[in-house]
T-cell receptor
Framework: DAKTTQPTSMDCAEGRAANLPCNHS???????VYWYRQIHSQGPQYIIH???NNETNEMASLIITEDRKSSTLILPHATLRDTAVYYC?????????FGTGTSLTVIP | DAGVIQSPRHEVTEMGQEVTLRCKPI?????LFWYRQTMMRGLELLIY????????DSGMPEDRFSAKMPNASFSTLKIQPSEPRDSAVYFC?????????????FGPGTRLLVL
């Protein structure tokens, strides 16, 4: 069963904010939302995670809706190096279900 | 911090041969994970260890696959005998489980081609 739903692909202009949505309508109360990205088949790279509150770090911001059924990852100023597949993951115990992710292409 | 270290980075072998993939987790981490990634199936969890003990191996495809973690700083994933359908990128990840939060850090992967 898919725990998260993401658009297959998105484009973003360089320098603009990239907003990547994720639907996780079956999330349980104690399950965290994690975001990872994978560049050119390198190992997945951790970006950010959250439970209920919005989170921000040096890479991105994570906005989680009040009902926790969806979230948005925001890359505030996308660069060409942000072109990657972005995975939204709901963590269940120690199991990360990666799904198919969103392929983000940053356009010059 | 060296991060998760995997070896070899690339492996080409012939069908029927034994393949051993190696992983050194981040020092201090208490959980280790083996994943496989293919175009068809995406990223799949094969097995994970906590404190060197296998917790869930339900993702291991069949008896040809085995994994060990003899100590906190080393793990192996072995395929014997290997088959062409085992061709994939194999990732190792490690984490420190603290309460309900856990961030997994991935290695660079081993690209396996079985001819």
């Amino acid at each position: 069963d898919a725990k998260t739903t993401q658009p297959t692909s998105m484009d973003c202009a360089e320098g603009r904010a990239a907003n990547l949505p994720c639907n996780h309508s079956t999330i349980s109360g104690n399950e965290y939302v994690y975001w990872y990205r994978q560049i050119h088949s390198q190992g997945p790279q951790y970006i950010i995670h959250g439970l209920k509150n919005n989170e921000t770090n040096e890479m991105a911001s994570l906005i989680i809706t009040e009902d926790r059924k969806s979230s948005t990852l925001i890359l505030p100023h996308a660069t060409l190096r942000d072109t990657a597949v972005y995975y939204c993951i709901v963590r269940v115990v120690s199991q990360f279900y990666f799904g198919t992710g969103t392929s983000l292409t940053v356009i010059p | 911090d060296a991060g998760v270290i995997q070896s070899p980075r690339h492996e080409v072998t012939e069908m029927g041969q034994e393949v051993t993939l190696r992983c050194k987790p981040i020092s201090g981490h208490n959980s280790l994970f083996w994943y496989r990634q293919t175009m068809m199936r995406g990223l799949e969890l094969l097995i994970y260890f906590n404190n060197n003990v296998p917790i869930d191996d339900s993702g291991m495809p069949e008896d040809r696959f085995s994994a060990k973690m003899p100590n906190a700083s080393f793990s192996t994933l072995k395929i014997q005998p290997s088959e062409p359908r085992d061709s994939a990128v194999y990732f190792c990840a490690s984490s420190f489980l603290s309460g309900s939060q856990e961030t997994q850090y991935f290695g660079p992967g081993t690209r396996l081609l079985v001819l």
